[in-house]
């Protein structure tokens, strides 16, 4: 069974420019599409957790009604 994609689920990850040439450190900005809510990130090791928080919060809120 293939599960459907949910608009309500989408996110836009935008990286910011790496200041040297080859960096390991990649930041960035990540904004939930249904909601235009934003959030910045420091690290690509943060970013899922950043992205887990941020799903979790709108399913929370979308079950008491908040919008």
Do not use: C, K, W, Y
Request: charged share 20%; glycine share 8%.
């Amino acid at each position: 069974m293939m599960m459907s994609l949910i608009p309500s689920s989408a996110f836009v990850v935008q990286f910011r420019s790496p200041t040297e040439v080859g960096a390991d450190q990649l930041s960035g900005r990540v904004e939930h599409v249904a909601s235009g809510r934003t959030a910045n990130f420091e690290s690509l090791e943060e970013l899922p957790q950043l992205l887990f928080t941020m799903l979790r919060s709108m399913t929370e809120e979308e079950g008491r009604g908040i919008e």
